[in-house]
């Protein structure tokens, strides 16, 4: 999946950005195509010769926010030396695009109720795309002998919720925390886990 790239006389990167600020700032319902129009500087005619309505219009900002981050990730995979570093990579660059992008993410986490069903398929198209990524890295991890066979699809899953839940409190509550950290504690919750194993917690203070 391409993301999206203006080119001379190409409105259609420019309209995406002011969509983005105005979706962000005034909420769906009460964003105006004329709003955005000011905020992209072009005439109200010019959105719909892209796009044909406001549904449309947040469901192409998605899919293309969410296809730049694919793209990330699929270069982090791809140079990763094992299965393991892959998957701390992908985690890496899922935070780093957070924080680059969280005008972005607060619009996603409120606005997704908002699209109609046929858009949302565009949406879900790209994001299996991203689950492919991960999965196929779960499997290499299996062949390779660090993950214990099982579901990759379950893993892909636990690991993407776990992701996003973390990436919900750490961005609107402001976390100081930068991304490198916070991904890396991730990355080994869910790698290593919670519970103390092999004597780690033995001499430790047990009240």
């Not at 219009?57 to 995979?77: G, M, P, Q």
């Not at 998957?87 to 409120?110: D, K, P």
């Not at 991203?130 to 290499?140: K, R, Y």
């Not at 976390?175 to 991904?183: F, H, I, M, R, W």
Request: glycine residues 10%; hydrophobic residues 40%.
């Amino acid at each position: 999946m391409q993301t999206t790239q203006s080119q001379p006389g190409d409105k259609r990167g420019p309209i995406l950005d002011a969509a983005q600020r105005v979706f962000a700032d005034r909420g769906f319902h009460n964003a105006t195509v004329d709003l955005i129009a000011d905020h992209a500087g072009v005439a109200k005619g010019t959105i719909y010769l892209y796009f044909k309505s406001k549904h449309e219009l947040l469901a192409a900002l998605i899919e293309d926010r969410v296809s730049r981050l694919i793209n990330l990730i699929r270069r982090s995979a791809e140079e990763g030396p094992s299965a393991l570093e892959r998957l701390r990579a992908i985690v890496r660059v899922h935070f780093v695009f957070y924080e680059n992008n969280q005008e972005f993410m607060a619009l996603l986490y409120g606005q997704l109720g908002h699209m109609a069903t046929e858009l949302e398929e565009r949406v879900t198209r790209v994001t299996e795309e991203l689950t492919a990524i991960i999965e196929s890295s779960f499997a290499c991890g299996i062949d390779e002998g660090v993950f214990r066979p099982g579901d990759t699809r379950l893993l892909t899953f636990g690991l993407q919720g776990m992701i996003h839940a973390v990436a919900f409190e750490w961005i609107m509550a402001g976390s100081v925390v930068p991304p490198d950290g916070v991904a890396e504690d991730v990355y080994r919750l869910f790698v290593e886990g919670a519970a103390v194993r092999d004597g780690q917690g033995e001499g430790q203070d047990r009240r």
